[in-house]
């Protein structure tokens, strides 16, 4: 039990160090992206604001995922797995990784590398529905087992 | 749901109340409500034979089945 425990806490640290990360670059993200322009050619300098309409429209879906990871971690702390809960919280992590793949997917029109972070997103958000669907047939079968007189 | 779990009329016929069947099968009471309400998935073989002890009767008096269509 302690090496899941020890697992369990790992990963709910990384979860509150992504969240602060994310707090970080929204109120350093002019900052961020002006060093990040600085050290590219000097003709994409001028798509500042573009890149801080895709980072301020991205946040919020950064925020949601964070907030229902950690809503799983924490049921999942608590003993219960297979609940109702935890496929929904899962359904909303890959609406969100869908929400940013679009996002950099609209962002490729002017800076084309954002393609890389669209598909990751996109593929993510796939293995995540998957993990959901995985959880939603284990709710069932714990339900059967539940209802096994 | 298909098959019907009679409980009722088995126990009224013998006398016994749902905590004295419960105890005496080895099973909690609010899994008999749940074999009783019809809201049980599954029954095993070592429940039903002991049902059947404890009432002294045939799993045909217990469970009947119903035609949903």
Redesign the interface.
């Known amino acids: 039990m302690d090496k899941e425990r020890s697992s369990l806490l790992i990963t709910k640290f990384c979860v509150y160090m992504f969240f602060a990360a994310a707090l970080v670059l929204v109120f350093a993200g002019p900052f961020v992206i002006q060093a990040f322009l600085a050290v590219r050619r000097a003709e994409i300098a001028v798509l500042k604001n573009f890149f801080l309409v895709s980072l301020y429209t991205a946040a919020p879906f950064a925020f949601i995922t964070l907030f229902h990871l950690n809503k799983l971690l924490l049921n999942i702390e608590g003993g219960q797995v297979f609940i109702r809960a935890n496929p929904h919280h899962l359904n909303r992590v890959s609406w969100c990784c869908g929400a940013v793949a679009v996002i950099c997917c609209v962002s490729t029109f002017y800076y084309t590398p954002f393609a890389i972070i669209a598909v990751a997103a996109a593929f993510v958000g796939m293995i995540v529905r998957v993990v959901k669907n995985v959880f939603e047939q284990a709710i069932l079968l714990r339900e059967e087992a539940d209802y096994t007189i | 749901m298909a098959i019907i779990v009679n409980l009722d009329v088995m126990m009224a016929r013998r006398k016994i109340s749902a905590g004295q069947l419960a105890a005496e099968i080895g099973?909690t009471p609010a899994?008999?409500s749940?074999?009783k309400n019809n809201?049980?998935?599954?029954?095993?073989f070592s429940?039903l034979e002991a049902l059947c002890k404890a009432l002294d009767c045939q799993p045909a008096d217990i469970l009947e089945f119903q035609d949903d269509d």
């Open positions: 099973i899994n008999l749940i074999l809201k049980a998935k599954a029954i095993r429940t």
